[in-house]
């Protein structure tokens, strides 16, 4: 069954340093997202991706945040300059329709 | 934006037991999805149902959209059913960016 990967697991960064998330969407899906989740809390949504722009975002997604779908496979997601808050699971996900989610990155800032 | 509430927000089953989960939203949707939130923090699909009722095994689920709400149904719990369940409904003429629930978590004793 096809599924949406994403690399790394785990990643460990310093705070001020930029950090480049990445996600294999499913092939033949249109729309792109990303989701962050903090700790004990909700999924949050980021942003939307389709037709090679970002079609919606939310207010958590400011200036640090940029993506990027470099190649018909690969859909990133960038942040500037980390910040302690920034510590989260991201998780990617892909649809037609029902929407499915990649493994997520747990990402810790430090 | 719309928003997703999500009852009861801790459940306690002995294992056997059957339970139901609600999801009330506060505008109308085109899409809602119901999630199982595993131990290691995956996101495994349960159901996409912007409307009706469909089965899978032991779970079930039904949403009433012009009523605004989704259940979902455990029948014959186990304890690999513990974890966080959430509901995720599309906001109509949204990028079709899901809006997450804060969860239940429920918890199946031996």
């Known amino acids: 069954e096809p599924e949406v990967t994403q690399t790394p697991s785990h990643q460990v960064t310093q705070m001020g340093q930029e950090v480049i998330l990445r996600c294999v969407p499913i092939?033949?899906?249109?729309?792109f997202y990303w989701y962050r989740q903090i700790l004990g809390q909700k999924v949050e949504f980021l942003v939307s991706f389709y037709n090679n722009e970002i079609s919606e975002k939310s207010e958590i997604f400011d200036d640090q945040f940029s993506v990027e779908r470099p190649d018909g496979s690969n859909f990133t997601l960038k942040i500037r300059s980390t910040k302690l808050e920034d510590s989260a699971m991201y998780f990617c996900?892909?649809?037609?329709?029902?929407?499915?989610f990649g493994p997520g990155t747990r990402l810790t800032v430090l | 934006g719309i928003q997703v509430e999500q009852s009861p927000p801790d459940l306690i089953l002995q294992e056997g037991a059957n339970s139901t989960l609600r999801c009330n939203f506060s505008d109308s949707v085109n899409n809602l999805q119901w999630f199982h939130q595993n131990p290691w923090g995956q996101l495994i699909n349960l159901f996409y149902i912007p409307s009706g009722t469909k089965q899978n095994g032991r779970l079930s689920a039904t949403t009433v959209a012009t009523e605004r709400y989704s259940l979902l149904y455990i029948s014959s719990s186990q304890t690999t059913d513990s974890g966080v369940y959430f509901c995720a409904p599309t906001l109509s003429g949204s990028a079709r960016q899901l809006t997450f629930g804060s969860g239940t978590q429920l918890t199946v004793l031996p």
């Open positions: 996900a892909s649809t037609q329709g029902t929407q499915f």
């Open positions: 092939s033949n899906h249109l729309y």
